[in-house]
């Protein structure tokens, strides 16, 4: 029977591990720093955070979940953990919709608060409950059915891009887990062509997921300072600027 290690030992063995770990993490953010695709990703991040810090506020639930997702993803990426990355991304989507629905559903909201989000609710005879714990796919279809009136015209094909995402990277993500990648590729670099496949669907999601939060909150929209209307109209571009500016957000 082999002998414990000893504590100086185990401390050696650590500290080596740390070390390796270090050297690593080191040649990935370098290779992040000089990338121009993650340069693109972070615009796109502190565009859609800048505008999230301006509507956060106490109304339940709160845009902070939003928040939160959007920088865990930004700093999933810049360790090239593309399929964490993309887990957060599809988290934020999700959490979007929820904002946009409970929202409207004060008396759902308190009910998922109160029992939590364990399993789908199958009995429609409680409707609060059921209401409350739906499968994903019902709150991207009120989002899309909600913004059916929307005055500008994006927020509707904005909501319906973000469902057809979730979809896409729900069934991405469930292949990759399943896949067991093996532990070496943890600290394996992404490629140019990975890091602008990624900065093209962050970019993409972000701006939409700015549409209809716009749409959802017309009266910080319009309020926001100069520096983040600027990130705002960077992050949608220029066309769908043009149409707000036109048009105007909401209902």
Same mark, same amino acid.
């Given at each position: 029977?082999?002998?414990?290690?000893?504590?100086?030992?185990?401390?050696?063995?650590?500290?080596?591990?740390?070390?390796?770990?270090?050297?690593?993490?080191?040649?990935?953010?370098?290779?992040?720093?000089?990338?121009?695709?993650?340069?693109?990703?972070?615009?796109?991040?502190?565009?859609?955070?800048?505008?999230?810090?301006?509507?956060?506020?106490?109304?339940?639930?709160?845009?902070?979940?939003?928040?939160?997702?959007?920088?865990?993803?930004?700093?999933?990426?810049?360790?090239?953990?593309?399929?964490?990355?993309?887990?957060?991304?599809?988290? /934020?989507?999700? $959490?979007?919709?929820?904002?946009? @629905?409970? #929202?409207?559903? =004060? %008396? &759902?909201?308190?009910?998922?608060?109160?029992?939590?989000?364990?399993?789908?609710?199958?009995?429609?005879?409680?409707?609060?409950?059921?209401?409350?714990?739906?499968?994903?796919?019902?709150?991207?279809?009120?989002?899309?059915?909600?913004?059916?009136?929307?005055?500008?015209?994006?927020?509707?094909?904005?909501?319906?891009?973000?469902?057809?995402?979730?979809?896409?990277?729900?069934?991405?993500?469930?292949?990759?887990?399943?896949?067991?990648?093996?532990?070496?590729?943890?600290?394996?670099?992404?490629?140019?062509?990975?890091?602008?496949?990624?900065?093209?669907?962050?970019?993409?999601?972000?701006?939409?997921?700015?549409? /209809?939060?716009? $749409?959802?909150?017309?009266?910080? @929209?319009? #309020?926001?300072? =100069? %520096? &983040?209307?600027?990130?705002?109209?960077?992050?949608?571009?220029?066309?769908?600027?043009?149409?707000?500016?036109?048009?105007?957000?909401?209902?």
């Amino acid at each position: 029977m082999a002998g414990l290690i000893h504590s100086k030992q185990l401390k050696k063995q650590r500290d080596d591990y740390v070390n390796e770990v270090g050297d690593g993490l080191a040649a990935i953010l370098k290779a992040t720093a000089s990338s121009t695709s993650f340069t693109h990703i972070y615009k796109s991040t502190l565009a859609l955070d800048s505008v999230l810090s301006f509507m956060v506020d106490d109304t339940k639930p709160s845009l902070l979940v939003v928040r939160e997702s959007v920088r865990s993803c930004n700093f999933l990426v810049a360790l090239h953990q593309p399929v964490l990355a993309c887990i957060e991304l599809r988290r /934020v989507i999700e $959490a979007t919709f929820d904002c946009i @629905y409970f #929202a409207d559903h =004060p %008396v &759902e909201w308190r009910s998922l608060e109160d029992v939590g989000r364990v399993q789908i609710e199958s009995d429609s005879k409680q409707p609060i409950a059921y209401n409350a714990c739906r499968e994903p796919s019902f709150y991207a279809n009120y989002a899309k059915e909600l913004f059916a009136t929307e005055i500008s015209g994006l927020a509707k094909p904005a909501s319906e891009f973000l469902s057809v995402k979730y979809s896409e990277l729900s069934k991405d993500v469930h292949a990759k887990i399943h896949s067991s990648p093996s532990m070496s590729s943890m600290l394996d670099e992404m490629s140019a062509k990975k890091f602008a496949s990624l900065s093209k669907l962050i970019s993409g999601v972000y701006s939409r997921i700015l549409i /209809v939060l716009a $749409a959802k909150n017309v009266d910080k @929209y319009n #309020a926001l300072p =100069p %520096v &983040e209307r600027e990130l705002s109209a960077w992050l949608i571009g220029e066309e769908n600027q043009n149409i707000i500016s036109e048009k105007g957000i909401g209902f």
